[in-house]
């Protein structure tokens, strides 16, 4: 059982602490020794708050989620409506061409028919290129590129997208550049 005290510290001010926490004694903390623990408790949270954030698997993950998921969901897609993502991106990826592809996609959007592990799709899908920065899709990509089974996936840089995005297509163009890389090579 916790018993609260009434103390008053030195400037004056009131508070209250645990005279007993789990059958263990507490002393008297000051208004110092509060201070301390306060200001070590928030570095700890501040902490622990930006290398969740910095880190880049959970930036990337957080955009997907909110700018990707809606439509291709867990990255599973939809069978014969949405274009599964999982499995996929880490491979096109592995050519400088499919890289260039991927941005063009994100920045400008695509169009059309696709065939995609023998599932036709036909489905339309919007530009980013007004909603992200350049950081913002590369850690989408490589997000995506990391969910797949290559063992060193790829890392997209926000430099590679900034190339890109300085050569804007129509989605027309996106899917006539998809339709050349996959008779270069299959893409899956």
Not at 96 to 116: F, K, S, T
Request: net charge positive; glycine share 10%; aromatic share 6%.
């Amino acid at each position: 059982m916790v018993f609260w005290k009434r103390h008053q510290g030195p400037s004056g001010g009131v508070f209250h602490i645990p005279s007993r926490l789990a059958g263990v004694s507490c002393g008297m903390l000051t208004f110092p020794d509060m201070r301390r623990i306060a200001k070590g408790m928030i570095l700890l949270c501040l902490g622990t708050f930006s290398l969740a954030a910095c880190s880049g698997k959970h930036e990337g993950a957080a955009r997907y989620r909110t700018n990707c998921g809606i439509c291709h969901h867990n990255g599973e897609g939809m069978k014969g409506e949405i274009p599964p993502l999982i499995g996929r991106i880490d491979l096109i990826a592995s050519s400088a061409e499919g890289r260039h592809y991927l941005a063009d996609v994100l920045l400008n959007g695509l169009n059309g028919p696709l065939d995609i592990r023998g599932v036709h799709y036909n489905f339309s899908m919007p530009s980013f290129r007004t909603r992200l920065s350049d950081h913002e899709i590369a850690s989408i990509l490589t997000y995506l590129a990391a969910r797949g089974d290559s063992p060193t996936p790829p890392v997209f840089t926000a430099d590679e997208i900034a190339a890109v995005r300085a050569h804007p297509l129509p989605t027309s163009a996106v899917a006539e550049e998809r339709r050349r890389l996959d008779q270069i090579h299959r893409l899956p």
